[in-house]
């Protein structure tokens, strides 16, 4: 088979997957729609496989291959077509996409199995890669936005998947508003581009851009931005972040699947894709790059102090997907896609460590509630470990490698990119903090009632289950999560999952060694070869120096979080309460939310109360329905009330009737 031929095949297993499961939800029995969707899912890496190495043998200048299933519209200047580009980038993206979320589905067996939407759930899960594996394998605008809002769609399936819970329902629908507003910049965006190119193709784009376009001109960069509107909104960077700390409100493996390999990844993804329109439009670049450093940096602080542990890894997410926002906005694309990669392995990782540990404590997310399950829960323990370690850049796992990637190439650049990189190790600092943070109060300490209940040899149930959130009991019986709470330790399938994401976080790492080893900038340098900005890359010795600065900043990070968590406890409640207003600043996440629910949330629902009260009930109900209603309904009356039944009545109209088209025949005669 071509390797446009095994693209088609990738996307349609997901697909496939889909549809069996829907339509043979009334038969499915215990975990038969869950292993069906994760055979489905591992088919689809399976065939990304072969992809890659079709695509392997074929020289690098020939890698770049389009395939078209039909014509959809090719008309007056539009050619939009069900095509799809198979490139090293497309290709990268599918193995990521396809091997993270097969691991993710196999998790998922022992974590959802005892709940009552399980069907639902796979059903769900299947869609959500077919989504994403369509927006990156798109060849075209038209198609990268049907898959773009079936992301959305699916997310919002998902993340309100316990839907009885108000506080999850709320979430899905303030994802799904966000990622709209997104989708109107993408969609904009893409209309400034086709208005002057004529075409909506990718590569075909891509050939126009300097034929139309000078750089910098004001509606190429116009549309640059709007489309960068897209990618912030779905890779949840400032402003339109808001929403992705919420959706920890859906099942902890969706947390893993949105924020690790899938759908947060995606405006990276855009960016990469449509280098060459940023290239020509800079000030634009420029603009993702700050943006990017700010949303690390804003995310970063936020995660210092946040006690529910899912929203801590959320906002983790947030600030490396703006350390991959500013790499591939500055130019260093192999460097943002490797860490990524290598993200997407310990994110994934550390979502799944979080999901034991909230199993064992029957669904507590609180880090207050959590403490001494070091002994309790030993293989979480490994895992949070080595997903903690990457997260934080410790040599030798896969973070340290591929954050230094693009914080070297930041500083090789120079001039206000060395400062954005400057920044970066900031970042990284407070990461190493936060990270630790959460593991040494999970892991160390005295053991809660939980944590004793373990070592004990049974684990704890909470009497009635209860939202994390608000505490609230639920009924599991009527769309909560299920009465169990599985854990690593005694879930094979859970077990396995993590076992491999914790070898992937420690050994990625070595495909981007500098000196020795350059695998992924070599696989991906024929989709970025028009680029310039390729040829910059730092020193061999200035890169080991900058991963030796990595390190050091990891070991102060993880040092100073042990001094404040373990060795000397009580310096946490002084320093709290020292800083309580910064304390309180950061607890309430910059009081961004507070600020959108006064600048566009309350305006709005004053706006629509005005309209219904004046608008829709007295100019629409009152005067144009009403007052055709009135006007019919008289009418039908007075034809009521001629209907009497009594045939002079009926006679004496005969005549009137009579006489009175005489007396117009009359007068028109004269």
Not at 3 to 27: D, K
Not at 299 to 324: C, E, H, N, P, W
Not at 613 to 621: F, G, N, P, Q, T
Request: charged share 10%; with cysteine.
């Amino acid at each position: 088979m071509t390797p446009t031929q095994l693209a088609w095949v990738v996307m349609l297993c997901p697909l496939a997957g889909t549809a069996v499961i829907a339509l043979g939800w009334p038969r499915w029995r215990g975990t038969g729609a869950g292993w069906v969707a994760t055979g489905a899912i591992c088919a689809s890496f399976g065939f990304s496989v072969a992809t890659l190495i079709e695509l392997l043998h074929r020289a690098p200048a020939h890698r770049q291959l389009t395939s078209t299933l039909w014509n959809y519209a090719v008309t007056a200047g539009l050619d939009a077509r069900m095509q799809i580009l198979v490139d090293p980038l497309a290709v990268f993206m599918m193995l990521v996409v396809s091997g993270v979320s097969a691991l993710i589905h196999l998790y998922s067996i022992g974590y959802m199995r005892s709940d009552r939407g399980f069907v639902r759930y796979f059903c769900y899960l299947n869609y959500f890669v077919f989504s994403m594996l369509l927006l990156v394998e798109a060849g075209n605008f038209v198609l990268l936005i049907v898959g773009w809002a079936f992301v959305g769609a699916a997310s919002y399936l998902l993340i309100s998947f316990w839907y009885r819970r108000t506080t999850a329902t709320s979430a899905g629908i303030k994802a799904f508003v966000i990622n709209v507003v997104g989708d109107v910049g993408l969609v904009l965006g893409t209309f400034f581009i086709f208005t002057h190119t004529h075409t909506v193709g990718f590569l075909s784009t891509f050939h126009a851009l300097p034929h139309v376009f000078h750089p910098d001109q004001g509606s190429l960069v116009a549309g640059a931005i709007l489309l960068l509107l897209g990618a912030f909104a779905k890779s949840a960077q400032v402003p339109l972040h808001t929403w992705l700390p919420d959706a920890m409100e859906g099942p902890t493996p969706v947390s893993s699947l949105i924020h690790a390999a899938t759908m947060v990844t995606a405006g990276v993804y855009l960016i990469a894709r449509l280098h060459p329109l940023y290239q020509l439009a800079p000030a634009a670049a420029d603009v993702a790059a700050a943006v990017g450093c700010a949303t690390l940096l804003i995310a970063a602080t936020i995660g210092l102090v946040q006690t529910d542990i899912k929203r801590i890894i959320a906002y983790s997410t947030m600030s490396q997907i703006g350390y991959m926002i500013m790499g591939v906005s500055a130019g260093a694309y192999a460097g943002g896609l490797f860490h990524l990669m290598s993200h997407a392995f310990f994110k994934a990782l550390l979502f799944m460590a979080a999901g034991s540990i909230i199993g064992a404590m029957a669904g507590e997310q609180s880090l207050d509630r959590m403490s001494g399950f070091r002994r309790a829960l030993p293989f979480t323990l490994v895992g949070f470990l080595a997903g903690g370690l990457a997260l934080s850049g410790f040599p030798p796992f896969s973070g340290w490698f591929s954050k230094d990637d693009i914080l070297g190439y930041l500083l090789a650049r120079g001039g206000g990119f060395a400062a954005l990189g400057a920044l970066g190790y900031l970042g990284a600092l407070l990461t190493g903090f936060y990270t630790f943070r959460m593991i040494f109060r999970a892991f160390w300490g005295e053991p809660c009632e939980e944590a004793r209940a373990l070592e004990e040899g049974h684990q704890y149930h909470a009497p009635n289950p209860f939202n994390p959130a608000t505490h609230e009991v639920e009924d599991t019986d009527v769309g909560f999560p299920g009465p169990e709470h599985p854990i690593a330790e005694t879930d094979w399938p859970m077990k396995l999952s993590m076992a491999i994401l914790s070898l992937l976080a420690l050994v990625g790492g070595a495909l981007e060694v500098p000196g020795a080893d350059s695998f992924i900038s070599t696989f991906l340098r024929p989709t970025f070869a028009t680029s310039p900005l390729i040829r910059i890359h730092p020193s061999t010795s200035a890169a080991w120096s900058g991963l030796g600065v990595g390190a050091v900043i990891a070991v102060v990070a993880i040092a100073g979080s042990w001094v404040i968590w373990v060795a000397r406890p009580q310096l946490a409640p002084a320093l709290r309460a020292r800083l309580a207003p910064l304390h309180t600043f950061l607890y309430n996440k910059w009081y961004f939310d507070e600020l959108y629910e006064l600048v566009a949330v309350r305006p709005s629902l004053l706006i629509g109360s005005f309209i219904d009260a004046a608008l829709e009930r007295i100019v629409i109900s009152g005067t144009i329905t009403g007052g055709a209603l009135g006007i019919v309904r008289a009418g039908s009356a007075l034809v009521r009330r001629a209907q009497t039944g009594f045939l002079r009545y009926y006679a004496a109209l005969l005549v009137v009737g009579l006489f009175g088209i005489f007396l117009y025949f009359l007068s028109a005669a004269t």
